[in-house]
């Protein structure tokens, strides 16, 4: 089965390449951000997907590892993918749109909520500032029914691309 890549997967393709980050998230209100730094390698698999493998500094001089994977879905109409990290047991499954501008994807999941004692949904934002620098923050909501942004990461290509 041969499937051509709409302009949906072609979005995908700017994630592609090397990029460092830098990450700012607090786990727990009214306690002072972390920041950790880490690197990330996305490439393609056929034009219609992406697989982006990150590795990041952890807290007690630990590596953290991460695989991401998006696609598209032209059925759903949808952006599909997932998430798994080296320091966490939970299979993230995004679903998720892209906005009118085509300059910001938002992908929900639901997982383990801060406390690891109940499910939340979540929302993951990936923004492109320009074509060498992204921002990913994530959101859950909280039992107040409002969003809390706990993570803030700026993502900037290793090699700047010739645009």
């Known amino acids: 089965m041969q499937t051509a890549a709409q302009k949906e997967h072609q979005w995908l393709n700017q994630l592609i390449g090397e990029w460092v980050s830098e990450t700012e998230y607090s786990m727990e209100p009214n306690q002072p951000p972390s920041k950790l730094s880490g690197t990330e390698m996305v490439r393609s698999i056929g034009g219609l997907w992406i697989v982006a493998e990150g590795q990041c500094e952890m807290p007690e001089n630990d590596t953290g590892q991460t695989i991401?994977?998006?696609?598209?879905?032209?059925?759903?109409?949808?952006?599909?993918?997932?998430?798994i990290g080296s320091m966490m047991t939970h299979l993230w499954l995004y679903s998720g749109s892209?906005?009118?501008?085509?300059?910001?994807?938002?992908?929900?999941?639901?997982?383990?909520?801060?406390?690891?004692?109940?499910?939340?949904?979540?929302?993951?934002?990936?923004?492109?500032?320009?074509?060498?620098?992204?921002?990913?923050?994530?959101?859950?909501l909280g039992d107040d029914g409002n969003w809390l942004q706990f993570m803030t990461s700026h993502y900037r290509r290793r090699s700047p691309s010739i645009n």
């Open 68 to 83: 991401m994977t998006l696609g598209y879905d032209p059925q759903n109409q949808r952006y599909v993918g997932t998430f």
């Open 98 to 140: 892209l906005d009118a501008a085509a300059q910001v994807l938002t992908l929900e999941a639901e997982g383990p909520n801060l406390n690891q004692n109940a499910m939340a949904k979540y929302k993951d934002r990936i923004e492109f500032v320009s074509a060498d620098h992204r921002i990913m923050t994530s959101q859950i």
